[in-house]
């Protein structure tokens, strides 16, 4: 940016200022940065200082204006990539439809049985595909409710962030990784359904692309304990809850989005349009071809 000549006087040296605005942010970048200075905010708007300290009143902002122009830029950025509103509420709506189709919870369900979390048949019988079918299915009507509720809107943030392909892409990842490491895990026979791994993997998400961004000691154990309030609060109570999907969800969600982070910074940006239709659609297609193999297998 372009600094006026410098005014010379008992005060020290002035640093011209073109309106009160930026008068007043230029003394609060000052002020941070501990430069003693005068305002002189009347006819004039000066910024005085010492004539010793003039050149590092001049860096710092500059510095100042530097970082309001990327972010404004950014900010640019963010509104064309992501100006849109994500089509959450057909995706839950196509949830809760299902769930009309399929029902609670019933042992001699095919649904059910071809298609809920089973450790025996994944790891014994290599019926993979019921790591994805779970994540659709859901117990009774308060369970797909909560998910709907809770679910529907992190995972709107979330797409607002990264945009619908990406976030969903993760989401799914997410919600199947959990479900794998925690059939891995366990010892016995374990059944369970839900969609509700791939939520806790979505806030995990969240988690991740907010540890990346901030890259410091404090930063991270406050997003970390957040994403674990959230956790406790929400993911550990009730007879049918299953507390180790949910935790590896979050786990694996946390890597997930802290790689989304690291491939946006090495790019610049999330992926476009067009990438995103096709992440999108490849996550119907998965889920689709996971029931379809599963329906065909019973």
């Known amino acids: 940016m372009n600094f006026e000549g410098p ?15 930026r008068l007043h942010d230029w003394s609060l970048v000052l002020s941070a940065v501990g430069i003693a200075h005068f305002v002189e905010n009347g006819e004039a708007c000066n910024l005085w200082v010492s004539s010793d300290r003039l ?3 001049r860096h710092q902002i500059y510095l100042y204006e530097e970082e309001n122009r990327a972010g404004a830029a950014a900010a640019e950025r963010y509104r064309d990539e992501h100006s849109y509103n994500p089509p959450t509420l057909l995706v839950m709506l196509l949830f809760i439809l299902f769930f009309y189709e399929t029902g ?25 595909w019921r790591l994805v079918t779970a994540l659709t299915l859901h117990s009774d009507v308060m369970h797909l409710v909560g998910n709907m509720a ?32 925690n059939v891995l895990l366990h010892r016995g026979q374990h059944l369970s359904v839900g969609f509700s791994t791939a939520v806790f993997g979505a806030v995990g998400i969240l988690c991740g692309l907010e540890l990346v961004r901030r890259r410091h000691g404090q930063g991270i154990l406050l997003v970390v304990g957040a994403g ?4 406790a609060m929400l993911g550990s109570g009730g007879e049918r809850v299953d507390l180790g999907a949910h935790l590896w969800g979050f786990g694996v969600g946390i890597c997930l989005g802290a ?5 946006r910074h090495v790019r610049g940006r999330y992926p476009g349009f067009h990438l995103q239709l096709v992440m999108f659609f490849s996550v119907v297609v998965v889920v689709w071809l996971a029931w379809r193999q599963a329906l065909d297998f019973g």
């Open 228 to 231: 674990l309030g959230l956790l």
């Open 7 to 21: 005014l010379e006087s008992e005060r020290g040296a002035a640093i011209r200022v073109d309106d009160a605005a």
């Open 259 to 263: 790689l989304a982070a690291v491939g």
């Open 55 to 57: 050149e590092a009143a």
């Open 104 to 128: 609670p919870w019933q042992s001699q369900s095919i649904w059910f049985g071809q298609g809920a979390v089973d450790r025996q048949a994944i790891v014994d019988g290599r019926q993979w």
């Open 150 to 181: 809770f679910g529907g809107g992190i995972i709107h943030l979330l797409c607002k962030v990264v945009g619908t392909g990406l976030g969903w892409f993760l989401v799914l990842l997410a919600g199947l990784g959990g479900n794998l490491v």
